[in-house]
């Protein structure tokens, strides 16, 4: 959402702001001698707001930015400019001691429940880290909280010495889970929570987070790949491309009406369970691959893929606003968005003289 997107409701319920965030890394040159200053645009003027008890998705292929975006959000990565806003109060800048404070209310669940826990150490110790680091509890009050919070995502409070080695993929994304709500948070941010594990597992993990967030009231950022998870478990999404939002809104208003060309190209690939609607649907088959986010193209930056290009799309960047009379909840980063009913495999690209410079490649120089 635009930062002004919803002001019927009152900055109140807004847990989370982002304003206009940029991050970029810098590239390593291999040369003794090169004065190569290039940077990733990784994230590139991403501004959206999280409102309390809401889960927001967050989706794009891999490379778009978001899990880099959720750790500048939560102050993993160092912003290069922009500003984060938890509970009215700017984060942006804080130390790493000036952050302690808000990091018992901000929590991240990682995508890979094997390598995002420490081997050696048992679940308990694991569990119980965030108590100890903020002086919560310790000794047998510390033990007690710690089975409190695996009995509450499933797990047996006898296997508390137990290394993680001795639980299942599933299991150990269930004590990631209680890692993260040891303190209570107000906001957990989920980077794919569920990617790694299998079909029959992701569904108990995703009940599990339902559950939990209508008991505790959570906030939720939930990043996916599968837009059929996405649709379920969010209340509003937001689809990246190449460090950008393309669009944003409550969710069946984007699944059902979405105006951006890539966004209804990443619908189109969903699997359908029904066989008869599957083989009347049209997929929309993306020309070409994901521009160098090294230098990413001038105007839209999808405009190299898009099937509705025109010269427009290659000379000016659209803004993030509501089309076709979508509701202010609703928004698209496109000049020419996509009708309902529109077939976009019909649809062919017509820039003219810069046709050259989409099919060469060298959008990044215009």
């Given at each position: ?128 880290d965030p108590f100890s680091i903020h002086g919560l509890a310790d000794g047998k009050e510390r033990k007690r909280r710690v089975q409190e ?89 937001a689809v990246m491309y190449l460090g950008k939002v393309g669009e944003l809104g409550e969710v069946e208003g984007v699944y059902q009406h ?109």
């Amino acid at each position: 959402m635009s930062i002004n997107a919803d002001a019927s409701k009152s900055d109140g319920d807004v847990l989370l702001r982002v304003d206009n965030l940029v991050k970029h890394f810098p590239v390593q040159s291999t040369s003794l001698f090169s004065r190569n200053k290039d940077v990733v645009h990784a994230v590139d003027g991403v501004s959206l707001e999280v409102r309390r008890g809401e889960t927001l998705g967050l989706v794009g292929e891999t490379g778009c930015g978001k899990s880099t975006l959720a750790r500048c959000i939560m102050r993993l990565h160092d912003i290069t400019s922009g500003r984060v806003e938890f509970e009215g109060r700017d984060i942006t800048r804080l130390s790493t001691g000036q952050m302690r404070p808000f990091r018992r209310d901000m929590q991240m669940i990682f995508q890979d429940p094997y390598g995002s826990l420490n081997p050696r150490r048992r679940v308990g110790s694991i569990i119980g880290d965030p108590f100890s680091i903020h002086g919560l509890a310790d000794g047998k009050e510390r033990k007690r909280r710690v089975q409190e919070v695996m009995e509450l995502v499933g797990l047996n409070p006898e296997h508390f010495n137990r290394f993680p080695a001795e639980f299942s993929g599933g299991q150990r994304q269930r004590i990631g889970v209680a890692r993260a709500l040891a303190l209570r948070p107000k906001l957990i941010v989920c980077d794919e929570p569920v990617s790694a594990l299998d079909v029959s597992i992701q569904a108990q993990i995703i009940n599990l987070l339902a559950d939990l967030q209508d008991e505790l009231g959570l906030t939720y950022i939930f990043i996916a790949h599968d837009l059929s998870v996405v649709r379920h478990v969010s209340d509003r999404v937001a689809v990246m491309y190449l460090g950008k939002v393309g669009e944003l809104g409550e969710v069946e208003g984007v699944y059902q009406h979405a105006r951006h060309p890539y966004t209804n190209a990443l619908l189109s690939a969903v699997p359908v369970p029904d066989p008869a609607t599957a083989s009347d649907r049209h997929q929309i088959i993306l020309v070409g691959d994901v521009p160098s986010p090294i230098a990413p193209p001038s105007g839209c930056r999808f405009h190299p893929r898009c099937p509705k290009a025109r010269d427009t799309c290659v000379r000016e960047e659209p803004d993030l606003v509501p089309r076709l009379g979508d509701p202010p909840t609703h928004v698209a980063a496109c000049h020419f968005p996509v009708a309902d009913g529109e077939d976009l495999a019909d649809s062919k690209p017509e820039i003219g003289a810069d046709k050259r410079i989409v099919e060469e490649g060298l959008v990044g120089n215009v």
